[in-house]
């Protein structure tokens, strides 16, 4: 997900994607300890995302605040 797309959603769309993307980095943090996963680059791809997300979270309550 890019940055542009994280700017045009709500704070509460914003939370809910936090919630499925860590639930699924943890699934595939389960699925990687097991065996490895075809593709190990998806588990810093949603890490990534996870951060971006919080970012632009932590970026709007600093303008709220001020």
């Keep these: 997900m890019k940055n ?3 700017r045009e959603l709500t704070v509460r769309e914003i ?3 936090i919630d499925v993307e ?4 943890h699934r595939l943090h389960m ?3 097991v ?3 075809d593709n ?4 810093r791809e949603h890490r990534k995302t996870i951060a971006r997300m919080l970012t ?3 970026k709007r309550s600093n303008q709220e605040k001020k």
């Design 4 to 6: 542009s797309e994280i």
């Design 15 to 17: 939370e809910e994607r």
């Design 22 to 25: 860590r639930g699924e980095l």
């Design 31 to 33: 699925n990687h300890s």
């Design 35 to 37: 065996s490895p996963l």
């Design 40 to 43: 190990p680059i998806k588990l």
């Design 56 to 58: 632009e979270l932590t």
